[in-house]
C-alpha cells in the first residue's frame, strides 16, 4: 500500500489505520522509537512519509522523540509521535513542556500492561490517569480513546484538527486490543476529510504575541522561521513568552491555559450512550471494553434485560456534566475497566450515595468478555 | 546608538531583557559576544537563525539575542533543534549548552546527534561545574577538583567533549576560550559555515561556584589560568612532552566535509519517491 486508500474497502490493523489516519491529517513530521505495541505506526510511516517528502526520524530514546516533534511543530511541521506504556512515561517531560508552551502535537499511546515493563503484548488500560495527571504540575490534557479500527482513523485526524484548535497536546490512547485488531474499513474520499489547517498570525510583526490571550484563550501561532522572531521556554511566561514571576502574570498564565480547556467542553466532548435513557442499570466504558459491552447488550436484551451504555469518546476532559446529568438517577453503574480501578473514581465523584458503582476489573492481560459482562450486570440488577 | 555597542541594537533584546542572570566575572557573556561577531560576519539574515538551548546558565542566553529563541528541557537542545531543523531545513539551528546539559543528561543526544551528523552547531560553554544550581560537580569536573557534591575532591575521571563528540562522527569539533576571545570569535565563525554537527567547546570561569570551592581567585585569576594552562595546537606539537603536560590545547580538532543528515535525508526522498513513479 502506498498512501491513504482513498474511498477503498480494506482490511486493516488498528495502528495501521493510525499511521493513515495521520497521512490524511496531512502530518509533516514523525519522531518516535520502537516500542510494542505500537511499533507498526512508525514502522508503516517510515515507509511512507520519504515518497512525499514528509520527515521521519527514529531518535536515540522517547525522550528524544518527544522533544523532536515539539521542535519540529514549533518550526511549522505537522507532527506526531507514537509509544507505549515505559516510552509514555519518559515523554511525560516532553508533554508537560508541550503543555506549558502549547504547541501543538499528537501523541500515540497504545496501552499495554504495567506498571513498568508490564505485560508488553497484552492489552491493559492502565494509563488512562498518567495521561491526565502523568506528568507534573496543573495542566491541561486532551485524550481520546478509539474502540474499532475506523475510529483510530478518523481520531487520529481529529488529534491533529484539536491540536491546532487548541494549541496543546492531544493523546490518542488506543488499548493494544484496538491497536492490533484488524477490521473492515470503508476510508472517506478525500474530499470528506476536514483538516483544520495551521494557524498564522496576520498581526505586524512587532505587534506579535505568541500567547496572546483571546477570548478563546487560544491565539494564532508563528512558526520560527516565519519572520515573527519569539521565545519559547518552559519556564513560567508572559504573553510574549519570556520568563516571569509576577504574580497577575502567573496567575494570568495558568488559568488561560486551564480554561482553554474547561471552557470548550462543548466541543471537545464526545459520548456515545445507547440505552442510558431507560435502563437502570448502565455499563459506563470507553477502548476495546465497548465492544464487548455492545455484544453484553444484545445478549441481555434476548433474556429481556435492559441495561445501557456510556461510553466517553474524549475521555479526557472527562464528562462531567453529562455523566452528573444522566447517571446520577440510575441504580447501578458498572465500570469495567482493564486496570484495578482509575475512572470508576471519577464516576464515582460524580454520583450521589444512591447511586451504586460497581468496579470490574481484568489487569491479567486479557481483554473484557462479554460473558464476564453479562454475569456482572445478572449479579447487580 | 553609541558607536561601541554595533551589536547591542541589532542582536539583543536591548531594552526588554536587560540585566541578565549571569554572575559578575561568568565567561558565558563574551561566548555570546563571540556568536553575536561571528553571526554578524556572516551577514546572517536574524529570522533564519534558531538558538536553541537546553536548563542551566549557558542556557539562558537565548533570552537575550533576538533570533527565533527555545528554551527547552534539561539536556534536549539537541533533540529539540533535531526536530525544528527536520521540519524548517532552511533554520540555521545553534544549540548553546553547557557541560551538565550536554555531557551529563544530553549526553545519550549529543553523541547521536553527532553520529547522525545532524546540520546543527552546537556551542557548548565548558565552566566545569553546574553553576544555576550552586557549583556541583558535572563530567568535566576535573578529578580532584571541589564542589559542592565533591566536598573531599572529584574521584571520577572526566570527558574530554572534543575527542568524545569527534569520535562520535561531528563533522567539526575545536575547542575555545574566553581569554583567547578573538580566537573564539574565528572558530565559532568556522563552526557556522558548514554543515554537519559542529561541536565549539569554550573554557569559561565560573568563579562565584567552581573558582571559590577551589581557590581560584577572582574572576582576573581565573581569565590568567585560561591564559597560562592552555596553548594551541601548534604550540603543543612544538613543546616537549613535560612542559605540555597538563595544558588543555586550543584549536580545530576536526573538520570534515561529510555529508549532513539534511541533505542526506533529501537524498533518500528524492530516491524513493522516484522508485515510486517508476
Known sequence: MSGVPWGE???????????????AAGIDFFAGYPITPSTEVAEILAREMPIIGKKWIQMEDEIASISAIIGGSLAGGRSMTATSGPGFSLMQEG????????????LVNVMRGGPSTGLPTQVAQGDVMQARWGTHGDHPAIVLAPSDVKECFELTIKAFNLAEEFRTPVILMPDEVIGHMREKLTFPTQDEVCVTPPSAPDVPLEWYEHYHTSATGVSPMAHFGSGYRFHVTGLTHDTHGFPTRKVDE?????????????RRLDVLENNILHDVEEAKVVIFCYGSVYRS????????????KKVGIFRPITIWPFPDRTVKEKLDVKDVILVPELNQGQIIHEVERLTSDSVRVVPLHRFDGYEITPEQLVAAVLEVM | MPARLPYAYKYLRAKKKFPHVWCPGCGIGIVMGSIIRAIDSLGWDLDDILMVSGIGCTSRMPVYVDFNTLHTTHGRALAFGTGAKMANPKLKVLAVMGDGDSMAIGGNHIIHAARRNMDITAIIVNNNNYGMTGGQFSPTTPQG????????????????????????????????????VVELDGIIKKALSGSGFRVVEALAPCPTNFGRANRQGDAVDMMKILKNDTISIAQSQKLPPEKAAGKIVRGIFENRDEIGY????????DRVSSEVKK
Open chain 1, 9 to 23: 474497502t480494506k482490511l486493516v490493523q488498528g495502528n495501521e489505520a493510525v499511521a493513515l489516519g495521520a497521512l
Open chain 1, 95 to 106: 508533554l508537560g513542556y508541550a503543555c506549558m508552551t502549547e504547541v501543538p502535537l499528537v
Open chain 1, 250 to 262: 502567573v496567575i494570568s498564565k495558568m488559568n488561560r491555559l486551564k480554561h482553554k480547556i474547561t
Open chain 1, 293 to 304: 459491552a455492545l455484544a453484553a447488550q444484545e445478549i441481555l436484551a434476548k433474556q429481556g
Open chain 2, 145 to 180: 577538583a571541589k564542589t559542592s557534591t565533591t566536598p573531599y575532591g572529584m574521584i571520577e575521571p572526566d570527558f574530554d567533549i572534543c575527542k568524545l563528540t569527534a569520535a562520535a562522527g561531528a563533522n567539526f569539533v575545536a575547542r575555545g576560550d574566553v581569554y583567547h
Open chain 2, 262 to 269: 539534511t541533505e542526506r535525508y533529501q537524498n533518500l526522498c
